[in-house]
């Protein structure tokens, strides 16, 4: 990585001029050494790092203010927020009212669930995504088939997989709970007339021609050796799912009522989401202490840690994909990871994602969007031609703020430990690589006390644990 | 200072500026270009809340001439820095390649090119995760949209130039 011409190798020096020359005596605001250390002897300055490892600390922390979702109009509403967290903690808004967004992402486990893959309705091919910093995400979901945080959160809730519900039940959801219609009501405005079940079915969607549902229904008709009746006559050539059927059904301007009512679900969602933060690391501490020339600061980062900092933005070359304070690029790459039991062979990854985000009708540039022409929708003007610029295999590059709460790792969990993750990239030994596959990838001469070294780090940047009081399943 | 000796042994070349630095912070010592508060050891701070934006300064157009030696063809990010992971435009201008003289400096610049520009990682073996369009804004300058850059490294560029159905390309490189 070469020097980026800007102050900042100055200024760096400078930092650790003062933090060293704080540590060897000099007056200054940072606290002395221990008293049973004497002054000028063995310094406590626990981690003074190369003049390059100081330019990439300085631009990876702190985390920045999440930035307001302009397609979003209620992102920051604390009203929105609320309802936001009813939703999220709500199993009314699932086909059997045994699911909700916390099924998968368990506030007490650090918004994630344990588990190798997801589980709905039924299982899940891709692991949980963490929840962690999502304002400043770009795209959502593994393969990036959501271009906001709000038309990521409706995703689920009429995936046959995942809540496997509709938007008509959303809207009949809030509008049978009195406490969820006030609060809706106040930021919203009024519901539609949905106690008039003829204009109003209680279930009812427009289902898409990817939708999981026929994936569902194939591979019923595949292992129906059973003698059972699995309805796949239902789905085939020329039927319309019941969903659909119903959605028919109704009245146009009905069907935009209920939408809309959907839409704003999302948008509440999204506004809860963004609060959780990731943030106020050991690693976070350290640069701070860089900052303003603070050694008890600096000391937040021990040794091990700093040496695999040092690995991290050298010889591993970890930033080359997990750069910026979200120590995530927030696009993809084939790093090659293995297959593992019961997630799909080949998976599409990014390719299948580009293929939704363009069939989604919920879009930064969609009509629903709060900010449809505006600058937000930059990201999705440029993306490559179907088929072009994405091979298989193709993945979110994943934050790591708080990863050390959130496996097991990599888009099918394929690994349990941080442990497993950095050995995987240094000797490459179970890597899948095809074509595709990032060309940097390649064995590192890392011995385990570097590995160990790594993965010290990456446990240094875990924040603070969500706090239930806010963020937590709410008491009504 | 356990990982001082750590960090030196690790990367050599650290040494001189390690020790040069810890010189200076433990003898008080001056450099013409710090401020008092610095030289007299004096922590630094508080500074930018915001983590440091990273982009690469390019404050003068970057002049290229084609492979085939035909045209000259200059580039520039708009706003005069290439960003790291974000989002920017470029402006291109084309001329045809030939000896200057005092009347003439250069040919003029050509407005009825056909232009792209494409970036490429060498080491990583993938480029740019968006499709570039280019538009001919007037005056001969093409501006290039929705360039994105989304790691740090060494970046390859092709920028093409058609003009009456012959393409010529010129090459660039830059290190984020």
């Given at each position: 990585m070469s020097t980026p011409p800007s102050t900042i190798g100055a200024r760096s020096a400078?930092?650790?001029?003062?933090?060293?020359s704080t540590a060897c005596g000099g007056a200054g605001p940072s606290p002395g050494p221990p008293a049973d250390s004497p002054a000028g002897a063995e310094a406590p300055i626990a981690a003074p790092i190369s003049e390059a490892a100081i330019q990439a600390a300085l631009r990876m922390s702190p985390v920045p203010p999440g930035p307001e979702d302009p397609t979003n109009r209620v992102d920051v509403d604390p009203q929105a927020a609320a309802l936001g967290r009813l939703l999220f903690h709500s199993t009314a808004l699932s086909k059997d009212g045994d699911v909700s967004c916390a099924t998968c992402h368990l506030p007490e486990q650090s918004f994630v669930d344990g588990r190798a893959l997801a589980l709905g309705v039924l299982p899940l091919e891709r692991h949980t995504m963490p929840l962690w910093n999502l304002a400043h995400q770009r795209w959502f979901f593994w393969d990036g088939r959501a271009d906001s945080l709000w038309s990521q959160s409706l995703v689920p809730i009429e995936d046959p997989l995942e809540h496997a519900f509709t938007r008509a039940g959303v809207a009949h959801a809030i509008h049978d709970d009195p406490d969820l219609r006030r609060r809706y009501e106040e930021v919203f405005g009024a519901l539609p007339p949905?106690?008039?079940?003829?204009r109003f079915p209680a279930i009812a969607r427009p289902v898409p021609a990817n939708d999981r549902a026929h994936q569902l229904a194939d591979e019923h008709a595949r292992a129906n050796r059973d003698g059972q009746e699995?309805?796949?006559h239902l789905f085939g050539s020329g039927f319309r799912h019941p969903h659909q059927r119903a959605w028919d059904a109704m009245a146009p301007e009905d069907q935009e009522a209920v939408t809309q009512v959907f839409v704003h679900v999302g948008k509440a969602l999204a506004a809860?989401?963004?609060q959780i933060e990731s943030r106020d690391a050991p690693f976070d501490r350290f640069v701070e202490g860089l900052r303003e020339g603070d050694a008890a600061k600096v000391a937040s980062?021990?040794?091990?840690a700093a040496r695999g900092f040092e690995l991290f933005i050298g010889e591993a070359r970890c930033i080359s994909c997990h750069g910026g304070p979200l120590f995530t690029d927030l696009e993809f790459h084939d790093t090659g990871v293995p297959e593992v039991p019961g997630a799909p062979v080949d998976d599409p990854g990014r390719s299948r994602g580009l293929e939704a985000l363009r069939a989604s009708e919920f879009g930064v540039r969609s009509r629903w969007s709060d900010d449809p022409e505006g600058p937000a929708g930059v990201k999705v003007d440029f993306l490559p031609a179907a088929g072009h610029g994405h091979g298989p295999g193709e993945f979110k590059t994943p934050s790591l703020r708080s990863v050390v709460h959130t496996p097991p790792y990599m888009h099918n969990g394929a690994f349990a430990t941080l442990e497993e993750v950095v050995a995987f990239y240094a000797t490459r030994e179970t890597a899948r690589v095809t074509g595709t596959t990032e060309k940097i990838l390649v064995p590192l001469d890392l011995t385990e006390e570097d590995q160990a070294d790594l993965v010290a780090?990456?446990?240094a940047l875990t924040g603070s644990p969500p706090d239930l009081a806010r963020l937590g399943a709410p008491t009504r | 200072m356990g990982f001082v000796s750590s960090a030196i042994r690790r990367h050599p070349t650290l040494s001189l500026p390690f020790l040069a630095v810890l010189l200076l912070g433990c003898t008080g010592g001056e450099t013409p270009s710090e401020t008092p508060s610095q030289a007299a050891g004096v922590a630094v701070g508080p500074v930018e809340a915001r983590p440091d934006r990273h982009a690469l300064?390019?404050?003068?157009?970057?002049?290229?001439?084609?492979?085939?030696?035909?045209?000259v063809i200059s580039w520039s990010p708009v706003g005069g820095e290439v960003p790291v992971n974000e989002h920017f435009e470029a402006d291109v201008t084309v001329r045809r390649a030939g000896a200057s003289t005092a009347d003439a400096p250069s040919n003029p610049l050509l407005e009825d090119a056909e232009v792209s520009m494409t970036c490429f990682m060498p080491a990583h073996g993938h480029g740019m995760l968006r499709e570039p369009r280019t538009e001919h804004i007037g005056d001969g300058v093409y501006r290039v949209r929705g360039l994105l850059l989304h790691m740090g490294g060494e970046w390859s560029i092709s920028i093409s130039a058609s003009i009456d159905g012959l393409a010529s390309t010129a090459d660039d490189a830059i290190t984020l």
């Amino acid at each position: 990585m070469s020097t980026p011409p800007s102050t900042i190798g100055a200024r760096s020096a400078a930092l650790v001029l003062g933090v060293l020359s704080t540590a060897c005596g000099g007056a200054g605001p940072s606290p002395g050494p221990p008293a049973d250390s004497p002054a000028g002897a063995e310094a406590p300055i626990a981690a003074p790092i190369s003049e390059a490892a100081i330019q990439a600390a300085l631009r990876m922390s702190p985390v920045p203010p999440g930035p307001e979702d302009p397609t979003n109009r209620v992102d920051v509403d604390p009203q929105a927020a609320a309802l936001g967290r009813l939703l999220f903690h709500s199993t009314a808004l699932s086909k059997d009212g045994d699911v909700s967004c916390a099924t998968c992402h368990l506030p007490e486990q650090s918004f994630v669930d344990g588990r190798a893959l997801a589980l709905g309705v039924l299982p899940l091919e891709r692991h949980t995504m963490p929840l962690w910093n999502l304002a400043h995400q770009r795209w959502f979901f593994w393969d990036g088939r959501a271009d906001s945080l709000w038309s990521q959160s409706l995703v689920p809730i009429e995936d046959p997989l995942e809540h496997a519900f509709t938007r008509a039940g959303v809207a009949h959801a809030i509008h049978d709970d009195p406490d969820l219609r006030r609060r809706y009501e106040e930021v919203f405005g009024a519901l539609p007339p949905l106690g008039d079940k003829l204009r109003f079915p209680a279930i009812a969607r427009p289902v898409p021609a990817n939708d999981r549902a026929h994936q569902l229904a194939d591979e019923h008709a595949r292992a129906n050796r059973d003698g059972q009746e699995h309805h796949t006559h239902l789905f085939g050539s020329g039927f319309r799912h019941p969903h659909q059927r119903a959605w028919d059904a109704m009245a146009p301007e009905d069907q935009e009522a209920v939408t809309q009512v959907f839409v704003h679900v999302g948008k509440a969602l999204a506004a809860f989401q963004r609060q959780i933060e990731s943030r106020d690391a050991p690693f976070d501490r350290f640069v701070e202490g860089l900052r303003e020339g603070d050694a008890a600061k600096v000391a937040s980062l021990d040794d091990s840690a700093a040496r695999g900092f040092e690995l991290f933005i050298g010889e591993a070359r970890c930033i080359s994909c997990h750069g910026g304070p979200l120590f995530t690029d927030l696009e993809f790459h084939d790093t090659g990871v293995p297959e593992v039991p019961g997630a799909p062979v080949d998976d599409p990854g990014r390719s299948r994602g580009l293929e939704a985000l363009r069939a989604s009708e919920f879009g930064v540039r969609s009509r629903w969007s709060d900010d449809p022409e505006g600058p937000a929708g930059v990201k999705v003007d440029f993306l490559p031609a179907a088929g072009h610029g994405h091979g298989p295999g193709e993945f979110k590059t994943p934050s790591l703020r708080s990863v050390v709460h959130t496996p097991p790792y990599m888009h099918n969990g394929a690994f349990a430990t941080l442990e497993e993750v950095v050995a995987f990239y240094a000797t490459r030994e179970t890597a899948r690589v095809t074509g595709t596959t990032e060309k940097i990838l390649v064995p590192l001469d890392l011995t385990e006390e570097d590995q160990a070294d790594l993965v010290a780090f990456l446990r240094a940047l875990t924040g603070s644990p969500p706090d239930l009081a806010r963020l937590g399943a709410p008491t009504r | 200072m356990g990982f001082v000796s750590s960090a030196i042994r690790r990367h050599p070349t650290l040494s001189l500026p390690f020790l040069a630095v810890l010189l200076l912070g433990c003898t008080g010592g001056e450099t013409p270009s710090e401020t008092p508060s610095q030289a007299a050891g004096v922590a630094v701070g508080p500074v930018e809340a915001r983590p440091d934006r990273h982009a690469l300064k390019v404050a003068e157009p970057r002049e290229l001439r084609t492979r085939d030696g035909l045209l000259v063809i200059s580039w520039s990010p708009v706003g005069g820095e290439v960003p790291v992971n974000e989002h920017f435009e470029a402006d291109v201008t084309v001329r045809r390649a030939g000896a200057s003289t005092a009347d003439a400096p250069s040919n003029p610049l050509l407005e009825d090119a056909e232009v792209s520009m494409t970036c490429f990682m060498p080491a990583h073996g993938h480029g740019m995760l968006r499709e570039p369009r280019t538009e001919h804004i007037g005056d001969g300058v093409y501006r290039v949209r929705g360039l994105l850059l989304h790691m740090g490294g060494e970046w390859s560029i092709s920028i093409s130039a058609s003009i009456d159905g012959l393409a010529s390309t010129a090459d660039d490189a830059i290190t984020l």
